[in-house]
């Protein structure tokens, strides 16, 4: 096997490090004994585990970029393993299939509030999903991060508890409408949605921004996740005479809608522009040969060359893929589970019983004030609503069946 790398170890080291030497202690940390009223703590036993939930899309509508993204923090805690955990208690990711769904969110969201070891989640994966574990996690007090929920409600100030390492969907919205409108110079466009809280949000920051330019939107249409034939739809779109045909959503339906363009009249050279939820190999392969040509967004970070490139090379040694083939926010989950880490090590502290005690309240407050630290995506670091992701918008082109940068982040 491949010797692995020290040096994302290194980077995880240095900034527990950090944390712990900004961060003050607990009061009660110099106590012989610990709070007798554990209300608001967790409690690990020596030798017991940090326990982080995971909400995963796993099954639904996009099932491999939900594995990518469980893979990303299972990488994130062999990584914090190897370090040596945390005060020698090692970390366990606890993952649930959240599918990309509110109900299911809701479910996986009882489910990590019932259990009393768990000191915080990474998730959802969807913004829907994340939508149904938000008022859960919010009124058990455990915060969350996700990786990948866009939608620009996912953070608040009503929500101390919610934050995420992906960029707003009100970026990517704006971006992707003055390239349409300025970069390809089309001024009719047609906006469709698959009415998930994501793609309806997104479609609705996309329409505000090109139509704020001067672009006249043709129509506005909604279809759902799971739908397979669009050609009526996309009769109705084609007879407002588009130019460009804007889908917010995800992969299959996105791939779907492409390939059907190509058959309806009027339609077979409307240019066709997808989102961060279609930039996935599940989108080419859905769309097949009318993939070529097409235009995809995603939230990029600020990518670390070196750190990324022992990551992929660690991720193809454990599961036997590239990360790329599966979806594209592993970088941001890895990033989501070192947020945590990073902000328990300012907080948790060990009782003259050898337990590890953390105060749900302190680590609340503490994930939003971590210290700057090099993440696979760029510097993390929150703001005081919880956005703690770096990076911008990059807009790729299906050339040769292979996802080409065209604009955006890295090509200033």
């Not at 939107?217 to 130019?243: H, I, K, N």
Request: charged share 20%; glycine share 12%; proline share 4%.
């Amino acid at each position: 096997m491949p010797k692995r790398s020290a040096f994302l170890s290194l980077l995880l080291i240095a900034a527990l490090m950090l944390a712990a030497c900004v961060a003050a202690p607990p009061a009660w940390a110099s106590m012989e004994e610990p709070p007798a009223d554990m209300s608001g703590r967790v409690l690990v036993e020596a030798g017991g585990m940090i326990r982080i939930g995971g909400s995963f899309a796993l099954t639904g509508p996009v099932p491999d970029p939900g594995l990518d993204i469980r893979h990303g923090a299972e990488l994130a805690v062999d990584d914090l393993n190897a370090a040596g955990g945390l005060e020698g208690f090692m970390f366990e990711l606890v993952a649930e299939d959240g599918a990309c769904d509110g109900t299911q969110g809701t479910n996986v969201g009882n489910k990590f509030a019932a259990d009393e070891t768990i000191v915080a989640v990474t998730g959802g994966t969807c913004s829907g999903e994340t939508f149904g574990l938000m008022p859960i996690l919010q009124e058990a007090r455990i915060p969350f991060v996700s990786p990948s929920a866009t939608n620009p409600d996912i953070t608040s100030a009503d929500c101390d508890v919610c934050n995420r390492v992906a960029l707003s969907d009100a970026l990517q919205g704006a971006i992707d409408a003055g390239f349409v409108f300025g970069d390809l110079g089309l001024t009719k466009v047609a906006v469709v949605h698959d009415n998930s809280d994501y793609g309806k949000g997104l479609a609705e920051i996309f329409q505000d921004n090109i139509a704020g330019l001067g672009a006249e939107v043709t129509s506005f249409e909604g279809v759902q996740v799971g739908d397979t034939d669009f050609r009526a739809m996309l009769a109705r779109v084609g007879a407002g005479g588009p130019q460009a045909i804007f889908f917010a959503g995800y992969s299959t339906e996105a791939g779907l809608i492409a390939q059907q363009m190509t058959e309806t009249p009027g339609l077979e050279d409307t240019a066709f522009m997808s989102v961060d939820g279609a930039y996935t190999q599940q989108y080419l392969e859905a769309a097949g040969g009318a993939a070529e040509g097409t235009y995809i967004s995603f939230v990029a970070g600020a990518d670390s060359e070196v750190m990324n490139a022992e990551f992929d090379a660690k991720y193809l040694e454990k599961y036997g893929v590239s990360p790329d083939d599966l979806g594209p926010f592993h970088s941001q989950s890895y990033d989501s589970v070192t947020l945590i880490a990073v902000a328990l090590s300012a907080v948790a502290a060990v009782d003259d019983n050898g337990n590890l005690v953390i105060d749900r309240e302190e680590l609340i407050s503490a994930i939003r004030s971590v210290d700057a630290f090099a993440g696979l995506t760029g510097t993390i670091k929150c703001d005081g609503i919880g956005e703690c992701g770096a990076g911008g918008v990059q807009i790729f082109q299906i050339t040769d069946g292979a996802f080409v940068q065209v604009s955006g982040l890295g090509m200033e």
